[in-house]
């Protein structure tokens, strides 16, 4: 039996609403979404869609690939 890579996204959004000196309410409100969702892509417990990745790199001035990767973990 083989065993596949598991693979994650990884953020940099709390770095990024550091260097603009934002709360997590902050973002989310220039988003459109809600502070928990923000809290819950930074803490990896949800994926954001393409559209609202797009609007949170705008909204903090990075491209979407500065925001968001993918990390492969080998599988155990």
């Known amino acids: 039996m ?5 693979e994650h996204l990884v953020t ?5 609403r550091a260097r603009l000196d934002l709360t997590q309410a902050e973002l ?3 988003a459109g ?9 930074e803490t ?3 994926v954001p ?3 609202l990745a797009l609007k949170l790199a705008k909204v903090l001035g990075v ?3 500065e925001l968001f990767s ?6 155990a």
């Open 33 to 41: 979404v809600t502070r928990k969702s923000i809290n819950a892509i």
């Open 44 to 46: 990896g417990n949800m």
């Open 49 to 51: 869609s393409t559209l």
């Open 2 to 6: 083989s065993h596949l890579n598991t």
């Open 12 to 16: 940099t959004m709390k770095l990024q």
């Open 63 to 65: 491209t979407v690939e």
């Open 28 to 30: 989310a409100e220039r």
């Open 70 to 75: 993918i990390e492969v973990l080998p599988a």
